[in-house]
């Protein structure tokens, strides 16, 4: 009888699933009986043979079991309890199993459990307990008393890993809860209002991104010129890698294969070590590195049969292999967004074009008040002085002035005809781009020389005017329309000179990536309001102020800019508040090129080369057209080239930038030459400074040199001896 039990044991130990209190009672009867059996042997070897199989059915079980007595202390545990609990035998021989694997949270309910074994119960529960390594699995217990052959009473402990099918259960009902949160969610996008459905598109990427694991999710949106894309709603898990604040406009032309890709309507699924990303045509690797992306999924989204986006899902900390379950779950949430969106974009299109229909009278009605206005001002001007022109009292001296604020309105009024001209030229389609090799930084150079008159013009002595290049730019020649593109920094060059009564003005562009670069104007003038700022690009829309009334203008300058911007692809964007200054910035496409190395000069007959590569020189000078002249003799040398109008912003521009010379004029407002050169010789000690001045007297040669300056030019300057004179400072500088 004794050889069978062990094979009935087996057959339960091998049954699958939760324990149950019948397995209880099973086991509890054959272990009784196996005890009762070897407390009546008699014969020893009887009893070590029955022993041996009893040791080999408590090592070989499939489940974990451990033995424990009255106190609850550990007597024995068979290979796979150490398996299962990561524990080693000799450890815990001799320790409360409660305390052991019980976790502190179920640590009563384990102690209760134990109690009803003691007391002659068993039990049958799925429950947790505690690894070694302080992971929780879930288990299923089953709690047998049984009495040893020397009459004692013991707990067979047995325990069965069912973590796999808690989880397969756990998604299960995750997966039921999701998929009535879509079906909810789809018929709430469908029937709320217009105005609340960004706010649940923004929930819904944030809910499937996290029920997912993804790290970001967001929402990508093709332009109305469909040129370029832009985020318009993004959840990350770690604002610090946020796309939107990265990356929120991404052009289809510095993308192209990668755009036709999800315009066919395939699905765009890559890691960072993809060949597609790192040796594709679109250089991939480099927005994958940009945007910190290890693994993405980007589902197409049209509306009406033509692509309007994306819904991007991606991680930044770690790849992630997306199952297909997962995979079809974004898809779901594509056409769920693309049916709300659908139905906003039907909805704001019919509301705009009710408006855009009661609007087109007062649009007509406005633009024939403000060219009335605009022609009539100057054309009151031109008829009333002719008139004057013709009274005998008028004396010649004040027919000069009449025929000079003649002169004035009629190219006031020329301009206002050519603006209206290219506002309407620009919406009918009939202006282009006339792309042209154009290098960047003497256009530039030349724009802050045109600036500096216009600055004086307009009586802004305490405004500095800073141009910045990047270093790696200097020799950049960009294939562009140069005409457009003065265009649009000239108007924006004079709106910022014109509203920045003191203070500084800076202008430059920098490389942005993606095959763009961007070009801003920047001021710490009068500023605009908040709600100014959605009018500033209407036409004839100026904001009142003592500054446009002072100034005038029809209000054309920014509409035909912002026309123009849209030319190469972009808008202008302005960032402003009242008084804190004012951004304005766009971009355009670029291509790089070197240029070639200064070339021969030639000087009074004779060719001299003059390569001051890698040099920089400061010209410190208030009168605009002496700045012209210095920059024309100067732009072939290959010297970097730093303007100043005064001392004070010769200090602070040497504070921040490497200078080799500098051209110092001796008298000028705010700070003069003198004052400048001995603070410079103060600071930098062995930085050159040529002194410039239409004072040819000897004692102000004496006063120039008594200030600390190396050298001594006087006006007019003579291009052969200034080429000289730097030339020696230059080589002194190096040696």
């Known amino acids: 009888m004794l050889n069978a039990f062990p094979k009935l044991i087996a057959l339960g130990f091998k049954s699958e699933g939760n324990f149950t209190v019948e397995d209880g009672y099973f086991i509890t009867s054959a272990l009784n009986v196996i005890g009762h059996a070897l407390s009546l042997q008699t014969r020893v070897d009887e009893l070590l043979v029955n022993k041996t199989r009893y040791t080999r059915l408590f090592e070989s079980a499939p489940e974990a079991i451990a033995m424990v007595d009255q106190d609850n202390y550990i007597i024995d545990v068979n290979p796979e309890f150490e398996h299962m609990f990561l524990f080693r035998k000799a450890d815990i021989i001799g320790k409360k199993i409660d305390e052991l694997i019980a976790p502190r949270h179920l640590l009563k309910e384990a102690k209760q459990f134990t109690k009803t074994n003691w007391e002659g119960g068993r039990i049958a529960v799925e429950t947790q307990r505690l690894r070694h390594d302080g992971k929780l699995i879930d288990v299923s217990v089953l709690g047998v008393p049984f009495i040893e052959g020397d009459g004692n009473l013991c707990i067979y402990g047995i325990y069965r890993d069912i973590s796999e099918r808690k989880k397969s259960e756990k998604q299960k009902i995750s997966r039921i809860a999701f998929i009535e949160y879509m079906s909810r969610l789809s018929s709430d996008l469908i029937n709320m209002k217009i105005d609340e459905i960004d706010q649940n598109i923004q929930q819904a990427i944030e809910t499937v991104a996290r029920f997912f694991g ?51 309507g395939q699905m765009s699924i890559l890691q960072r070590t993809d060949q597609e990303v790192t040796s594709g045509p679109d250089n991939l690797a480099f927005f994958f ?10 589902i197409p989204l049209f509306i009406d049969h033509e692509f309007r986006g994306f819904i991007g899902f991606d991680t930044f900390s770690r790849p992630e292999n997306w199952e297909e379950q997962v995979i079809n779950s974004f898809k779901l949430t594509g056409q769920i967004l693309v049916n709300a969106l659908e139905r906003k974009y039907k909805e704001v299109a019919i509301k705009n074009a009710l408006q855009k229909a009661e609007s087109s009278d007062k649009l007509k009605s406005a633009f024939l008040a403000g060219i009335s206005h605009e022609v009539r001002t100057p054309m009151n001007h031109i008829l009333g002085f002719i008139e004057l022109m013709n009274e005998p009292y008028i004396t010649k001296e004040e027919k000069d002035e009449y025929l000079e604020i003649m002169k004035s309105s009629g190219m006031h009024l020329l301009r206002l005809i050519d603006d209206v001209i290219e506002l309407a030229m620009i919406d009918s389609g009939q202006v282009g781009i006339n792309e042209m090799p154009c290098d960047i930084s003497r256009f530039m150079e030349s724009l802050l020389v045109e600036s500096e008159g216009a600055k004086a013009e307009m009586n802004r002595s305490g405004v500095s005017l800073n141009l910045r290049i990047p270093p790696e730019c200097r020799k950049l020649i960009l294939n562009t329309d140069e005409t457009r593109l003065r265009q649009i920094l000239w108007n924006l060059l004079l709106n910022a000179i014109k509203y920045t009564p003191r203070g500084r003005i800076e202008f430059g562009f920098n490389f942005t990536g993606f095959n763009r670069i961007e070009f801003y104007v920047s001021d710490t003038g009068i500023g605009i309001d908040e709600e100014d700022l959605p009018v500033i ?9 003592d500054f446009s009334r002072q100034f005038g203008g029809a209000g054309l300058g920014l509409s035909i800019s912002q026309g123009l911007a849209s030319l190469f692809g972009s808008c202008i964007t302005v960032q402003s508040s009242k008084d804190t200054g004012s951004t304005f910035s766009f971009s355009i496409p670029y291509v790089m090129h070197s240029l070639e190395p200064a070339k021969n000069t030639k000087l009074n007959g004779e060719v001299r080369n003059y390569s001051w590569e890698g040099k920089s020189i400061l010209m410190v000078e208030d009168d605009p057209v002496s700045m012209r002249f210095l920059t024309v003799l100067l732009l072939n040398t290959g010297a970097s080239l730093f303007y100043a109008s005064n001392g004070e912003e010769a200090l602070l521009l040497l504070e921040e930038q490497k200078v080799d010379v500098v051209l110092m004029d001796m008298r000028m407002p705010v700070m003069d030459g003198y004052d400048t050169t001995r603070i410079i010789k103060k600071r930098y000690p062995g930085l050159p400074v040529v002194a410039q001045t239409a004072h040819a007297m000897k004692e102000d040669k004496s006063d120039c040199f008594d200030a600390g300056c190396d050298d001594y030019i006087p006006k007019p300057i003579d291009k052969n001896s200034l080429y000289s004179k730097l030339e020696q400072l230059l080589n002194r500088k190096n040696n």
């Open 214 to 264: 993804a790290e970001r999710a967001y929402l990508v949106r093709l332009s109305d010129s469909q040129d370029f894309v832009k985020i318009s709603h993004e959840w990350t898990c770690d604002q610090r890698f946020s796309h939107m604040e990265r990356q929120p406009v991404i052009y289809l032309n510095e993308l192209p294969v990668f755009f036709s890709k999800l315009m066919s």
């Open 289 to 298: 590195d940009l945007l910190n992306i290890e693994s993405v999924v980007h």
């Open 537 to 545: 690009f209407e036409r004839f829309t100026r904001v009142e102020n």
